[in-house]
């Protein structure tokens, strides 16, 4: 998708406080841990490769992604650090990520089986970095039974397609003040790696939940990924956030402008379906982002900052535009900053996620490409 730089409207991205909360978390390390940043969906809408260079400067020691196009990504800007795709990728491709030191996590025998074929096929002495997955209560990939992990194993010993770089699992709700079902995925995870008969380099289950609010769990690396964006990962719309065990500093905001600037009066509607009619003369001012930008229908009604003040959307989000009751004539090209990076603003990513009662995660995923990102906070360091 090609961004829209002839218009007034950015993802802006403080990167000095991306290195601010790596620096926090680094200190927070345990001694001989690792940082793997995880910058997996374009960086959770922050810029994979822009947030990925700065990650870098700072000394974290490799990356996760979600998928193979994005690891290739970041190989392609340069980035030679270890990088680890999270999901499953199609076993056409393992020599693909082998040829670009690109490790894959591995679900089952049966993938381990059939990608071997592959390797076996390119006749190019490639050899492919694996992390053992395991499924200890997630319901979504990796070894869940005793029988096929110690068969897994069993056909890793002596070979040669396959370097064992890893062994890890995800925590369901490591984000949760309730420990129990986290301390069952800990009791599951334990008995599997029991059975290990390779020596992976690293066993890792730190997210950024669990190493943040000390769950007190060995890992060999912690997997930075909410926290890196200075977010809090309990954050939900029904309760409050957990304390956190470092300083996180939001690096994300969404800004445009006004295009256009009009009164409209008694019983005129705006938008579609007419779902603001307005019961005075109004001042209404136009901004040109929508939904197909990210920003959803949902937002209807929540308040973003328009020059100084807080005005209401009104009228349903169109696709591309959205429009505001302002309170007093306002000229065009006034700023608007939908989602703050201030944590007090009454706009900050948190509480626009609770508005549409989703999560910060889904609220910065969905800013779409369509919206160019400008960093700001650059350093050379």
């Known amino acids: 998708m090609i961004p829209g730089i002839h218009r007034p409207a950015a993802v802006c991205i403080d990167l000095a406080a991306i290195r601010k909360n790596i620096k926090e978390e680094i200190k927070h390390l345990e001694p001989g841990q690792k940082l793997f940043a995880v910058v997996k969906a374009n960086a959770y809408g922050h810029g994979a490769v822009r947030v990925a260079q700065e990650a870098v400067k700072v000394g974290v020691s490799g990356f996760c992604v979600a998928l193979l196009d994005e690891a ?3 190989r392609r800007a340069g980035i030679v650090q270890p990088i680890l795709v999270l999901g499953v990728t199609p076993v056409q491709f393992a020599p693909l990520a082998a040829a670009n030191n690109v490790s894959l996590a591995v679900p089952s025998l049966a993938w381990l089986k059939e990608a071997e074929k592959f390797l076996l096929e390119k006749k ?10 395991i499924d200890s209560g997630m319901g979504r990939i990796g070894f869940s ?3 096929e992990f110690i068969a897994a194993n069993d056909f890793l010993l002596n070979n040669t397609f396959f370097f064992v770089e890893g062994m890890f699992t995800h925590f369901a709700s490591a984000d949760s003040s309730d420990d129990s079902y986290f301390m069952a995925q800990v009791e599951r995870f334990n008995h599997l790696k029991k059975l290990l008969k390779l020596k992976p380099k690293w066993i890792h289950v730190d997210n950024t939940a669990a190493s943040i609010f000390d769950k ?16 809090n990962p309990s954050s939900n719309p029904t309760s409050p956030d957990l304390p956190v065990a470092i300083k996180l ?3 994300l905001s969404f800004e445009s402008e006004l295009v256009q600037v009009h009164t409209i009066h008694k019983n005129q509607g705006v938008g579609y379906g007419s779902t603001y009619i307005a019961d005075n003369d109004q001042i209404i001012g136009t901004v040109p982002v929508g939904y197909a930008d990210g920003f ?4 209807q009604g929540f308040k973003i900052k328009v020059g100084n003040e807080y005005c209401p959307i009104v009228g349903r989000i169109c696709m591309d535009q959205l429009m505001v009751r302002l309170p007093h004539e306002m000229p065009v090209g006034t700023k608007v900053v939908l989602i ?7 706009n900050n990513i948190k509480a626009a996620a609770d508005y549409v009662d989703s999560i910060h995660y889904e609220v910065a995923c969905l800013l779409d490409d ?3 990102r400008k960093y700001y906070g650059q350093s050379n360091c």
């Open 72 to 74: 290739l990504e970041l």
């Open 124 to 133: 190019a002495d490639l050899v492919l970095k694996i992390h053992l997955a």
């Open 145 to 147: 039974e005793a029988e």
């Open 216 to 231: 007190n769990i060995h890992s060999d690396l912690v997997r930075f990924g909410i926290g890196m964006y200075g977010l």
């Open 249 to 251: 500093k939001p690096a």
């Open 296 to 299: 959803i229908r949902k937002f």
């Open 340 to 346: 703050s990076n201030d944590t007090l603003a009454p």
């Open 370 to 372: 369509r919206l160019p």
